[in-house]
């Protein structure tokens, strides 16, 4: 007989990709008492191992995001050097398990809910498959990020499902008729080099390539570079729901007869000998299901022109990277790259329903257009989109208000406080704490100290934005009188061009070890002087991987405070940000 469980917080994610995970953690970062249900064993969704897809974002020099989602990949850098996906889930699982007021409820699939009248929800309900548990969560506000919209047809959520139709928002790269049809699923495969000939045997049922006609063309077969196999892509012509159980058979079959072709019939397969199938995904990676409808829906137009929202809380930089629904079946390209600006923004607007006044959500389904979507949709950029939605919701919880609510009277409180959180909004400047502004600064050497505190985080252009320093220089601010302070802030330089990926698909004899950059601070001193003028050692960080680093609830009285930088991660000179105190 199954059990039953009820809790009651302050706000409810429901699924646990990298979108939820941001989500559950802002909000849970900023007081809120957040309940996270998600339906697999492991949470990151298509970053996790089950699916391991790297974490793309926004393209261009200096444009990785930042916040949560830059705290997890460091992370990884630091503690995953050689790409190993248990590692990987280490770290997206303990982030969430150990998080301060976040309850976790893994292997928990969210299967109906309840509503408190027409047009908000009182509860989610899941059932866990580990504990025989029904987990009943009431909440004052939810996050849908499911990927796939779970809570829409049980709410009564506008959404959205296939390609409009290109007169709708006149979008050019859309079809003459709407349809129903999407971008697919795949299962991915990774392989490994050896110093020994390997031989494969194929499952019976797999597919059966022969010759290199039997496959696709522009569909890449060679066992180099960052190849892994994304093109073996099924069910954009029906329902990626619905058909899910279907499609990985068909995948499967596919992903198998890929890889005996490769290994037994490819003109490469002298060389090919040497590889052996590492792993094969059974959980299809999904690219597009349901959209939400919110106050707003951003098309390709808003894409093409950078997205200048005065309400932007988030930002995306990838393509407009558009599968043919047929994927594998299509013999033309498996997708057409239609050109997008690095970066382009998102507005508050799309990430809250239309309809219902308690319902947020982030991800791949938020109030896109298929032709947004399509830009949108990458990890890095649902990553921020649920950092946006946490933060929001801790002001909704704070104020007892609606989302809309926060978008009409608190948007630029929602966006100081995700800048301050390290995420990056292009055109909008972080607001510097009346301390650090009023305080004479003053650095050891012949650096620009004032970029330290110009409310811009990275470079941007040509504009370094930045303090330069080396092992044993040090910035420091000076009080005219004791002032007492409780929090210090500081944004170090992660990067933000940097190329490594998170997973590695084809792992050669070769394979480089990932690390930490060069470009950021290892170790460093944070003092401070007391009212009588004695300098008092507040931390030594040692082996530091954060970009942002943040002491906080210090209630110190202090004359003077400073940074010093003792060594970095290799590069002989390093970019300081940011150096607040408040």
């Given amino acids: 007989m199954s059990e039953k469980m009820k809790i009651k917080v302050d706000f409810c994610v429901v699924g646990g990709g990298l979108a939820g995970m941001c989500a559950a953690l802002a909000a849970s970062r900023r007081g809120a008492k957040v309940a996270l249900m998600h339906d697999r064993p492991v949470p990151g969704g298509n970053a996790s ?38 590692l990987w889930d280490s770290i997206l699982y303990g982030i969430l398990e150990y998080a301060p ?20 929800i009182k509860s989610v309900t899941g059932y866990q498959t580990t504990t025989q548990t029904f987990i009943e969560v009431e909440a004052d506000y939810f996050a849908d990020c499911s990927g796939d919209s779970v809570l829409a047809p049980l709410s009564g959520a506008k959404f959205r499902h296939g390609r409009e139709a290109k007169g709708e928002f006149n979008e050019s790269i859309e079809p003459e008729v709407a349809d129903t049809h999407t971008m697919g699923n795949s299962c991915l495969f990774q392989a490994r080099q050896l ?45 990626t729901i619905q058909d899910t159980e279907a499609n990985r058979r068909d995948l499967l ?19 090919n000998a040497y590889w052996e199938l590492d792993w094969v995904g059974f959980l299809p990676g999904k690219r597009e299901s349901r959209r939400y409808e919110g106050d707003y829906i951003m098309s390709q137009n808003d894409v093409d022109s950078a997205g200048k929202f005065d309400d932007l809380i988030a930002y995306g ?23 997008a600006p690095s970066p382009f923004g998102i507005p508050y607007r799309s990430i809250y329903s239309c309809n219902v006044d308690n319902l947020f959500f982030a991800g791949r389904n938020i109030s896109v257009s298929h032709a947004a979507l399509s830009a949108t949709r990458v990890m890095a950029t649902c990553a921020v989109l649920g950092q946006a939605v946490g933060t929001a919701a801790s002001i909704a919880i704070e104020k007892k ?35 650090s502004r009023n305080a004479e600064l003053i650095v050891s050497n012949n650096g620009n100290a004032e970029n330290l505190r110009n ?50 698909a084809l792992r050669t004899l070769k394979q480089p070890d990932m690390k930490l950059p060069a470009t950021l601070a290892k170790s460093f001193e944070i003092s401070y002087q007391d009212s009588k003028g004695k300098w008092h050692l507040l931390e030594k960080v040692e ?40």
């Fill in 101 to 120: 007021n976040l309850k976790l409820f893994l292997n928990c699939s969210c299967q109906s809910l309840k509503m408190k009248n027409s047009s908000a």
């Fill in 543 to 582: 082996n530091n991987f954060r970009r942002l680093v943040v002491w906080d609830n210090l209630g110190l009285e202090v004359k003077a405070v400073r940074f010093k930088l003792s060594r970095t991660w290799g590069n002989k000179k390093i970019n300081i940000f940011s150096w607040d105190i408040a």
């Fill in 253 to 271: 079959e596919i992903a198998f007869g890929i890889w005996d072709y490769l290994k037994n019939y490819a003109p490469e397969k002298e060389k």
């Fill in 195 to 239: 110093r020994k000939k390997v031989k494969f045997t194929p499952p019976v049922w797999a597919r059966k390539f022969r010759y290199r006609e039997d496959i696709p063309p522009y569909r890449g077969t060679l066992l180099e570079g960052l190849e892994n196999f994304w093109w073996m892509e099924t069910g954009g012509m029906g329902d």
């Fill in 317 to 339: 930089g990838w393509t407009m990277d558009d599968h043919h629904p047929a994927g594998f079946y299509h013999v033309g390209e498996p997708n057409k790259f239609h050109p």
């Fill in 401 to 435: 208000i609606s989302p809309r609510e926060v978008g009409a009277n608190y948007i630029k409180e929602l966006q100081q406080n995700l800048m301050e959180d390290d995420c990056y909004l292009p055109n909008f400047e972080r607001t510097i704490p009346e301390l």
């Fill in 455 to 504: 409310g811009c985080d990275r470079i941007i252009g040509d504009n370094l934005n930045a303090w330069v320093a080396e092992n044993g220089d040090y910035a420091e601010y000076r009080f005219a009188k004791a002032e007492k302070i409780s929090k210090i802030r500081l944004i170090l330089d992660s990067d933000l061009s940097r190329p490594e990926k998170n997973i590695v």
């Fill in 49 to 86: 191992s089950e699916i391991r897809m790297w974490v793309c974002g926004a393209r261009g020099k200096n444009m990785l995001e930042t916040g949560i989602i830059e705290e997890i990949l460091l992370e990884n850098l630091y503690r995953n050097p050689g790409a190993v996906p248990a």
